[in-house]
């Protein structure tokens, strides 16, 4: 009996194997239990949701029967990479990120039905029309802000489609290029420089650059624009003077520059209510001093993600502190110290004096800017051209990121559509 | 109004839960933790030593595995086999001993001897006296051992379960529907049917009653499923449940004599070979295995029962199998059950059967060669049949990839997949789930249902009960009577816990989708008798002292037939 009972404990494998398929099962279910629910959710619980932006404008609806978008095409269009698609297809779309609030799935309880879920975005639905048709046709992304509360007003990247038109789409359309791609940032950077400068260079104010137009590192020209002759520390940032930051970012030296970067946010991914965005980029092993050099004045291997440069110019305006940006409406928070107060206060000056001085005010009626431009060299006679700030107005605190993929100047092509934007923005 | 509703669906939801979870919990402790102690039945005197035999069927000799262990000098490993017929009546049997055997002196033959009381038994050259016990020291002893369901009362469990299924029927009631009345109908007879059993077992002196508690969860289980799917279909499955625990009563009565076992068990394999030529001959195909019989108006899957025949063939008493070393014919048997199976298409069905052909060969040959020889002679024969059935390719095919075509290939598993994942880990209550809907979601998507309707803890307790009935065979096999019920006890679990693999991994995508149905929960008649006779073999290991209506009481009065008593 017992040479034969004793190999019962065969049973004992087959029950391990169940055991151990179970625990299998139970870690995907908690792991993608999410995407299988939601997956025939729609269409077996008979809910339906709505997703609308700040003023009510439908976005996108579905129920049982149907899924629908926005009304209108230009809508379609210049809020596709915000609202995206039922299948998925853009990186960045509420449907595909919040199909989940839209339809109360959790673990504890699965989906469960409510009549109707409604989900109402920050998003203006028409300043994102004037945004894309800003851009008419070029590559680009724009993003606007409130950078007291958060609240993520614009959100567009050119080109785009119409979800509902089933002809072949546009190269590049599914890529959310204010989320997920990152790019040569040009001078825009050297507000990263200045601030970083500010914080560890001392005496930043007294200081005086003189530049000829081109100036060399160990045998290696830095080209500016210039010559500039003898700047302040402002005027050099007004100037956009290569030179100048050039010496400056060698000044504050690889480790600082580095150290600062990280702090703001530049070399991180971030998300934006889950939406994941991409990293940017910057020498971070050693260089010698001619690559700090143009490092620090957005060239060399630096890459800049818009919504990165979002976050940074709207701690500028508020003082330092981020109010994080948020895309769905009624999320708040956190607020978090990115720069420290005086440093923030004297960088928004200075983006005032840009504008003032440089850029002139006359290009921007009626509107109290602080902004840098950027044009960043690809090597190919192409630029990028490039214009952020914000608004020292209460009544309107907006910061903005504008970006034109190959676009030119920075002054001359990203700022008029920024000042477009703007227009439409406090009116 | 609807406050009302959602709170006591939450409320029931949650006793569901907990019950459930004490449900299980009540049975392992009871079929795990209580004293498991071997019968005595006589003893052998070795010099000063007293061995006691402790079962039906004992191997004696120098082995440690040996059931009465004689370690001297020129007894073999295995040496004899004492056995107890259903009279009371101990033999002896020489198997193959180099030493041989001498009863009072005269060599042992090939046909073995009856020993009585005062006999020598000289195992080559060792000395043993064999005593019988006497009425009276036999029942003292009987008397000592601990009785089954002192620890954890049976009554309380069944008192749990009923508590459970007043809730289930609560959930159902919450949805409403023309079929209420029905479905408070079934849910009371299946708990009238419950405690019948229970007092027919206690008039009868039984108090285990942890298997039938567990088959009774799964059932009502079962039950809440068809009476959401299938509503107007629930009056016969609770008639097939009354039915089900008849033949488990008849089976188990009829498994209570060995000899009357052993006597048509030839019979029982020409039954079972009938069966299948029948449903070769004439079934009818249906969602590509041709598994169904009809019957005027009734149809029924013969190769369920073709399951319980196999196993009363398979198992094995202890002197026969050490009598006649080859596991020949049971191979062949086994071999034509399997491939007649794979004719009629019913690959999931057939692997049950192979899974359990490998347990129960292992436990009677111990050869591991053997299972390794019928593994790749099986692996080739998948091949084939992959190659050879465009159906079983294609569910090959899509296994893993379900996601990747849910109009197609992966139809169905990507539904219950989603609906179970749509359930949560408390579910949306009985009744209120959709994959109810789709084709053969009550059957071989059971799980799914039940995570959808009941939830992911409820769906996972489910498959525990099974495992504890399996734990519950590994346990109670040590102290059986006969090699036969434990044989058989183990082999049943094997092939109740490969259905339940394949049904659930079939659903989640971890197994290709063989469609084979969850015992007691998956709706369907065959299918439920079947598990309910299974569960007579089960109940025929459990010799806990009063436990089972399976095993005779201890019986020591030569005049009575031993085991004969019904």
């Known amino acids: 009996m017992k040479k034969i009972t004793n190999r019962a404990v065969t049973l004992l494998l087959i029950a391990a194997l169940i055991i151990a398929g179970l625990a299998l099962y139970t870690i995907r279910y908690v792991d993608e239990g999410r995407d299988w629910a939601l997956a025939f959710s729609r269409a077996n619980s008979g809910s339906t949701g709505e997703l609308s932006d700040r003023n009510g404008v439908l976005l996108a609806s579905f129920d049982a029967v149907d899924n629908r978008y926005a009304a209108d095409a230009a809508t379609r269009i210049a809020c596709y990479h915000v609202t995206g698609d039922y299948w998925g297809r853009s990186g960045s779309g509420a449907l595909t990120w919040f199909w989940d609030d839209m339809h109360n799935y959790s673990l504890l309880t699965g989906t469960t039905h409510s009549s109707a879920m409604e989900l109402k975005l920050n998003i203006d639905a028409s300043l994102c029309r004037t945004a894309y048709e800003a851009l008419d046709g070029q590559k680009g992304a724009i993003l606007l802000m409130n950078y007291r509360s958060g609240e993520l007003l614009c959100m567009v990247s050119s080109p785009s489609i119409d979800p509902l038109d089933n002809s ?75 030179v100048a930051f050039a010496q400056i970012a060698i000044k504050a030296g690889q480790e600082h520059m580095v150290e600062h970067l990280r702090a703001y946010g530049f070399l991180d991914k971030h998300t934006l209510d889950g939406i994941p965005t991409a990293a940017g980029s910057y020498p971070l092993d050693f260089v010698g001093d001619p690559e700090l050099g143009w490092s620090g004045i957005g060239q060399s291997t630096d890459l800049v993600n818009p919504y990165a440069m979002l976050r940074f110019v709207a701690a500028v305006a508020n003082d330092g502190v981020l109010a994080e940006p948020h895309l769905i409406a009624g999320e708040s928070g956190p607020f978090t110290r990115l720069i420290a107060e005086d440093t923030a206060r004297q960088l928004a000056g200075m983006m005032n004096y840009n504008v003032v001085a440089g850029y002139g005010e006359e290009r921007f009626p009626g509107l109290r800017l602080c902004a840098k431009t950027g044009t960043a060299e690809l090597g190919d006679g192409t630029s990028h051209a490039w214009f952020t700030g914000f608004l020292a107005d209460e009544a309107h605190p907006y910061a903005f990121v504008v970006l034109v993929e190959r676009g030119g100047g920075g002054l001359s092509v990203a700022s008029p559509i920024a000042n477009t934007l703007l227009q439409a923005a406090v009116r | 109004m609807d406050e009302l509703i959602s709170n006591s669906l939450i409320l029931s939801k949650s006793v569901l839960i907990i019950l459930s979870l004490l449900i299980i919990a009540r049975c392992l402790r009871s079929l795990l933790s209580e004293r498991y102690e071997a019968e005595t039945w006589a003893y052998l005197r070795l010099g000063q030593e007293l061995l006691p035999v402790t079962h039906w069927e004992n191997l004696i000799g120098r082995s440690r595995g040996a059931d009465i262990r004689v370690d001297r000098a020129r007894v073999s490993r295995v040496h004899a086999v004492l056995t107890r017929n259903a009279r009371g009546q101990w033999a002896i ?117 942890e298997i039938e508690t567990l088959a009774f969860y799964l059932s009502s289980l079962g039950l809440s499923v068809a009476a959401s799917s299938v509503p107007e279909d629930l009056f016969k499955q609770m008639l097939l449940t009354i039915a089900g625990v008849a033949l488990f009563l008849l089976t188990g009565w009829w498994l209570r004599s060995l000899r009357r076992v052993t006597a048509v068990r030839t019979l029982a394999a020409l039954a079972a070979l009938g069966l299948l030529a029948v449903n070769i001959v004439f079934s009818e195909e249906i969602l590509g295995a041709r598994n169904w019989l009809s019957f005027g108006g009734y149809s029924f899957q013969p190769s369920e029962f073709v399951k319980v025949l196999y196993l009363y063939v398979g198992a094995s008493t202890l002197d026969r199998l050490y009598r006649r070393q080859n596991l020949f014919s049971f191979m062949i048997f086994s071999a034509v059950c399997v491939i007649a199976l794979a004719l009629i298409g019913d690959f999931g069905t057939a692997l049950v059967f192979f899974v359990c052909f490998l347990v129960m060969s292992f436990l009677r040959s111990g050869s591991i060669a ?33 996601w990747e075509d849910i109009y197609g290939a992966g139809y169905q598993q990507a539904r219950a997949m989603s609906a179970a994942a749509a359930g949560g880990l408390f579910g949306k209550g009985a009744g209120a789930g959709w994959l109810k809907n789709v084709v053969a979601a009550d059957t071989d998507m059971v799980f799914a249902v039940v995570c959808e309707e009941q939830g992911l803890i409820i769906a996972l307790c489910m498959v525990l009960a099974v495992l504890a009935l399996a734990f519950f065979a590994v346990r109670a096999a040590r102290y059986g009577r006969s090699s036969y019920y434990a044989i058989a006890a183990c082999g049943a679990m094997a092939m109740l816990m490969t259905q339940t693999a394949l049904n659930i991994f079939g659903t989640m995508d971890l197994l290709p989708f063989t469609g084979v149905t969850f015992p007691f929960v998956s709706r369907g008649g065959s299918s439920l008798l079947s598990c309910w006779m299974l569960m007579a073999f089960l109940k025929g290991s459990d010799t806990r002292r009063g436990a089972s209506f399976v095993v005779s009481p201890l019986r020591f009065d030569e005049e009575d037939a031993g085991g004969e008593q019904a």
């Not at chain 2, 006999?119 to 008397?143: V, Y």
């Not at chain 2, 089954?148 to 289930?168: C, D, K, Y």
Request: glycine letters at 12%; charged letters at 15%.
């Open chain 1, 168 to 242: 072949e789409p546009p190269e590049g359309a599914f890529i959310n290029r204010a989320l997920a791609a990152s790019f040569t940032p040009g001078s825009i950077f050297k507000l990263i420089t200045a601030a970083t400068a500010i914080e560890t260079v001392p005496n930043m104010d007294g200081r005086s650059f003189y530049c000829e137009g081109e100036y060399e590192i160990a045998g290696v020209p830095i080209v500016c624009v210039g010559p500039h002759y003898t700047q302040n520390f402002e005027q050099a940032l007004a100037n956009s003077c290569n």
């Open chain 2, 93 to 209: 049997y020489d198997i193959f001993s180099r030493g041989g055997v001498w009863i009072n002196g005269i060599k042992l033959g090939p046909r073995g001897a009856v020993i009585e009381d005062g006999d020598q038994i000289n195992l080559g050259g060792t000395r043993l006296r064999f005593q019988n016990l006497s009425a009276d020291k036999g029942r003292q002893l009987a008397e000592k051992r601990t009785s089954a369901g002192h620890r954890v009362s049976p009554f309380g469990t069944l008192l749990e379960l009923s508590v459970f299924q007043i809730f289930l029927l609560l959930q159902h009631a919450l949805v409403g529907g023309e079929h209420l009345p029905m479905i408070a109908l079934c849910f009371g007879a299946l708990l009238a049917l419950e405690w019948f059993c229970y007092s027919s077992m206690r008039l009868l002196d039984r108090s285990g009653f």
């Open chain 2, 370 to 402: 053997t299972v390794l020889l019928a593994l790749t002679g099986a692996g080739m024969a998948g091949v084939l049949a992959v190659s050879v059935r465009p159906h079983i390719a294609q569910r090959f095919a899509s296994w893993g990839h379900v």
